[in-house]
């Protein structure tokens, strides 16, 4: 079973930031938080990841809590393109990724 | 640096024939995922291969599939005697050698339709 909780979907405007919240309060000291998204039926895109720092990309901004139990992934000006679902994982080095259902993100125009 | 390539990128065949997908890594990856996913529903992890080696194959059915990647060449998954129920999504992921930036990073996926 996936070790994270998403809402399992969300609007919003274009041009604004989507926030993606997520979950995991179990997560082990050596598990990193993974971002990923898919688009239709593609195949999953990796957007940006991070252990227990905040992290920034071209892509998107990871922000975890300084007790790691949460994090929120911001893309910064949502464009119809980012409607996708959205996975957050938490992952050991060299592990399987374990999807859970994830956040269908909507961007509306 | 060319992405993660699989072939074909659709795949159709009858039951009882077989299907052979490929999986070529991204340049300097030697550890290969797959995963399946079954019309409208999530991704399932099947196999997680290093060169000549299966290191976890926990997520693959007992029966009429396997998977090789061996020293030259793409990763191949194999299904023989396909079912419909075989009928999906099949995505395959590369990662590169040992290190601290093991990030998984996915093909487009092979569409398998089985008539």
């Known amino acids: 079973d996936a070790k994270t909780t998403q809402p399992p979907s969300m609007d919003c405007a274009e041009g604004r930031a989507a926030n993606l919240p997520c979950n995991h309060s179990?997560?082990?000291?050596?598990?990193?938080v993974y971002w990923y998204r898919q688009i239709h039926s593609q195949g999953p895109q990796y957007i940006i990841h991070g252990l227990k720092n905040n992290e920034t990309n071209e892509m998107a901004s990871l922000i975890i809590t300084e007790d790691r139990k949460s994090s929120t992934l911001i893309l910064p000006h949502a464009t119809l393109r980012d409607t996708a679902v959205y996975y957050c994982i938490v992952l050991l080095s060299y592990d399987k990724v374990i999807f859970g259902p994830g956040t269908s993100l909507s961007v509306i125009p | 640096n060319a992405g993660v390539m699989q072939n074909p990128r659709h795949l159709v065949r009858r039951r009882g024939q077989e299907a052979r997908l490929r999986c070529s890594p991204m340049?300097?990856?030697?550890?290969v995922y797959w995963y399946r996913q079954l019309p409208e529903e999530g991704l399932k992890f099947m196999v997680y291969l290093q060169k000549e080696n299966i290191i976890d194959e926990s997520g693959m059915p007992k029966e009429r599939f396997s998977a090789e990647f061996p020293k030259e060449g793409p990763s191949i998954l194999r299904i023989q005697q396909v079912v419909r129920g075989d009928s999906a999504a099949y995505f395959c992921?590369?990662?590169?050698?040992?290190?601290?930036?093991?990030?998984?990073?996915f093909g487009p996926g092979t569409r398998l339709t089985v008539l």
């Open positions: 179990t997560i082990s000291g050596n598990e990193y």
């Open positions: 340049k300097g990856h030697s550890h």
């Open positions: 992921a590369s990662s590169p050698s040992a290190g601290s930036e093991d990030t998984q990073y």
